[in-house]
C-alpha cells in the first residue's frame, strides 16, 4: 500500500503528565528527519493532566510518510497512557452549518471561508426554515431544509445523523439554530459540535434578552462559543467575546452588537476546532490559539 502522504502535519497529545512527554515527541520527529515548526503545551497541576501541540514539516521540504509517522505517535501514546491525533494541517474539515431565520452568524462563517480566513468545506447548510437559501446560494453551498415540528423532530434529527455520517462531516456548527437538540442526538455528536449564544450579566434568559438588558441598564454585552451537549448551553467553552455598551444603546442597537460578538466568538471557535487547537480538559477546554 502506497502511504499516505503530506507536507505539514499537526500531533496533538493529551492525558496524565509524566517526565519525558516532550523528549520522547521531539526524539520521534528528529528520527524521522523532521523539524518543528509550532509548539505549544500546557500543564494543569489541578488534573495532574499535559496537552501537548506540535506542527512539524520535513527538513529540508518535501513529503512526510504519515502512515509512518502515525505509528511512531502510536507507541509514544501507548508509553504514557495519552490520547493522541495527527492531522494534516491542509486538510479541509467537512462543515455542516445549521441554522433557522438569523444570517449573520452563516453569512460571516460562508464570507470567511470564501477568503480563506477558514478553511472549511461546508458540505450544506441545514435549516428548520426556508429563509436562508438564497445565502447559501449566493456562495454556493448545498441548502437543506428539514422542518421541524415536535411529531418531526425524531425524523429531521435522523435526517441530520445521516447527513453527517453519509458525507463524513467533522464538524456541526449551530450558527443561532433555534432548535435544542435531543440527549441521543448530543451524545453522537459530542467533541464535534459548536453552538453559539448570548452572553450577558445578569443572565437573561427566554424572549427578547437585548431587551431585558437594555432595561436593566448593562455595560457589557456577549457571546459565548461552546461545545454542545445535553445540558443546554453549559458544555465546554472555547471563545467567548466581549463589547461594551452604555445607556445611549437602544435594545435594537444592542442586539446588532451582540451579533458583532457573536460571529466573533464563533469564528475562531471554528477556526480553532478545525485546526485542532482545542483539547477537552473535563468540563474545561485547553485552547492553542
Not at 153 to 171: F, Y
Not at 230 to 247: K, T
Request: net charge neutral; with cysteine; charged share 25%.
Amino acid at each position: 500500500m502506497t502511504p499516505i502522504r503530506s507536507e505539514h502535519l499537526v500531533l496533538s497529545l493529551s492525558g496524565p503528565d509524566s517526565p519525558g512527554i516532550v523528549h520522547a515527541v521531539t526524539g520521534a520527529l528528529v528520527d524521522a528527519e523532521c523539524t518543528i515548526v509550532e509548539s505549544r503545551q500546557f500543564r494543569d497541576p489541578s488534573e495532574d493532566a499535559f496537552f501537548l501541540r506540535v506542527g512539524f514539516a520535513r527538513a529540508g521540504g518535501g513529503e512526510l510518510d504519515v502512515d509512518a509517522l502515525r505509528r511512531r505517535a502510536s507507541r509514544i501514546a501507548d508509553r504514557f497512557g495519552m490520547t493522541w491525533r495527527l492531522d494534516d494541517a491542509s486538510r479541509r474539515s467537512r462543515v455542516v452549518i445549521m441554522v433557522s431565520k438569523f444570517a449573520h452568524c452563516l453569512n460571516d462563517l460562508l464570507f470567511r471561508n470564501s477568503i480563506g480566513e477558514l478553511n472549511l468545506d461546508v458540505v450544506a447548510v441545514v435549516s428548520n426554515h426556508p429563509d436562508l437559501g438564497r445565502t447559501a446560494d449566493h456562495y454556493g453551498v448545498p441548502f437543506r431544509h428539514i422542518p421541524v415540528t415536535r411529531e418531526t423532530k425524531p425524523q429531521a434529527e435522523q435526517a441530520l445523523l445521516d447527513l453527517v455520517r453519509d458525507e463524513h462531516v467533522d464538524l456541526v456548527v449551530l450558527a443561532r439554530y433555534m432548535q435544542i437538540l435531543s440527549d441521543d442526538v448530543c451524545k453522537q455528536l459530542d467533541g464535534r459540535a459548536i453552538n453559539i449564544h448570548h452572553s450577558m450579566l445578569p443572565s437573561f434568559k427566554g424572549a427578547r434578552p437585548y431587551h431585558q438588558a437594555h432595561a436593566r441598564g448593562v455595560k457589557f454585552i456577549g457571546a459565548t462559543a461552546h461545545y454542545v451537549t445535553a445540558d443546554l448551553d453549559e458544555g465546554p467553552i472555547i471563545e467567548q467575546e466581549i463589547l461594551r455598551v452604555d445607556h445611549s444603546l437602544t435594545p435594537d442597537q444592542l442586539a446588532a452588537r451582540g451579533r458583532e460578538a457573536e460571529t466573533r466568538a464563533l469564528a475562531r471557535a471554528v477556526r480553532w476546532h478545525t485546526e485542532n487547537r482545542v483539547a477537552l480538559n473535563g468540563n474545561r477546554t485547553v485552547v492553542f490559539g
